[in-house]
């Protein structure tokens, strides 16, 4: 009797050959399923709990993070991109902001523009200059290139290159009141991480050498700088300047996981505050005290922002 003919006699007539023909069909099924379909479940019994995108879950931290900035007498512009899913989120990312010492990026990038085609070498004493200015963010560096590199005209020039439609020189003809947005500033980054030339790569690291205390003496360890670390940033640039109608203005920019594949821009204005009520704003002509109260709390705002964006221990950059 063959092996057929024997399951069929001991299973009654052809109910245990359905019986088998279901439960291989049934595993046939399994073992071509996606592997997408298939819900993973944990010892437990649980199903595993999907994988969610670091931007989404910041995208959802936006509501709080903007009330506890507003509750600390502060206005938050920001965007967070994710360069290789072009997922992102923001906060009055369109708003119009002045740069002050990111506008740094934009000397800068002309420097490199201009060498790059031929139309103006970089001097040795240029070469000495770049370093500084966006390691440091040396103040008097960006003046001198500012001035050989064509001044007002170069944000004009890098804006058209970059398609930065927000961004423009300001009328008072200074670096620091250079306008832009959170969104412009988003869109530089993405387009310098996404040439990665020489020059390119020279650029990002000095943004990834950023010292401690600024040239000015200003300390640069806020934003992403206090919460990522030195480790976890593929390129940092700060900015920093008081009083603007009263406000403190504090930027922090940067890159950080694979290959700088996160991009953050991130800008906060907040009053001149002093706990005990004094209403006269710090003195700044002569450089800008760290040690200032109303700047240290200022400071720890834009911290506080980039931390709570990141809330829950989120360091897994993939």
Known sequence: MSGIGAFEVAGGPGRDRRRYLAALFVVLLLVSMPACLVKVVHDGGSAAPAVRSLVAEAGERLDAVQAWAQARRARVSLVLVDRATGERVGLDENEQ??????????????????????????????????????????????????????????????A??????????????????????????????????????????????????????????????????AVLGRAELAALKQGWMCCVADRWIHLTTGAFGPDGRYVLAVHVAEDVQYTDGTVELPQTSEGIDSDDESAAHARDTVTGVVARLFADGNRTWT
């Open 97 to 158: 902001l002045l740069t002050a010492s990111v506008a740094k990026l934009f000397i800068a990038s002309r420097a490199a523009f201009l060498a790059a085609t031929g139309e103006r070498a970089v001097t040795v004493d240029d070469d000495a200059l770049l370093g500084p200015m966006l390691s440091a963010s040396d103040g008097v560096a960006a003046t001198v290139l500012w001035g050989r590199l064509g001044g007002p005209a170069l944000v004009g020039a890098v």
């Open 160 to 225: 058209h290159r970059f398609g930065l439609t927000s961004t423009a020189a300001s009328p008072d003809g200074r670096w620091p009141h250079t306008r832009t947005t959170a969104s412009d500033l988003a869109g530089f980054y993405a387009h310098l991480l996404g040439e990665r030339d020489s020059w390119t790569d020279r650029i990002l690291g000095h943004l990834e050498a950023w010292t401690d205390v600024g040239a000015d003496g200003y300390d640069q360890r806020f934003g992403l700088a």
